[in-house]
């Protein structure tokens, strides 16, 4: 059972960013920079960092939808799809609203109620940083991870560039 969940919620959550790309991000531009690219930035910073998890994990960019997998570095959240889940529960605690946010909140936590804890736990972790969610990090990939993640824990003003 718990395979024909995952199934389902891998293709829901593939096709819904498609979706989510192409009709909520009309205004958005794709930051134009490959996999490979974002390897050439100096060691330590965010966008080392981007292209290392491309590496690690084999994805591809997704146009217009970058800033989702610096969240995924700056806030150490993982890739698996409780880790996603968790990821929307994340930023619901950071403030962020929207149709696609309270879609897989509400799908995710009903089909992968096991993991109600770990979704609080994102909420009350979002809750206590520093708000990130509409910062373009396009501008602050030359940045240093680790300055970055320092300033969202600590509510600091470093992330200045939306």
Request: aromatic content about 16%; hydrophobic content about 45%; some cysteine.
């Amino acid at each position: 059972m718990r395979g024909l969940r995952l199934k389902f919620m891998l293709h829901l959550y593939g096709w819904s960013s498609r979706v989510y790309a192409n009709a909520f991000k009309i205004n958005k531009k794709a930051w134009g920079i490959t996999k490979v690219e974002f390897l050439f930035y100096p060691e330590g910073t965010l966008g080392k960092a981007l292209g290392e998890f491309y590496a690690l994990y084999d994805f591809d960019v997704m146009p217009k939808l970058e800033n989702h997998d610096v969240f995924h570095i700056l806030t150490n959240t993982g890739t698996k799809i409780q880790d996603e889940i968790a990821m929307q529960y994340l930023l619901f605690g950071n403030g962020k609203r929207s149709l696609y946010l309270f879609a897989m909140i509400f799908i995710g936590g009903l089909i992968f109620p096991e993991y109600f804890p770990c979704y609080i736990q994102a909420f009350k972790k979002g809750r206590n940083m520093a708000s990130f969610y509409e910062i373009e990090f396009k501008m602050l990939l030359g940045r240093s991870v680790e300055e970055l993640r320092a300033s969202l824990e600590l509510k600091t003003n470093l992330i200045t560039i939306k």
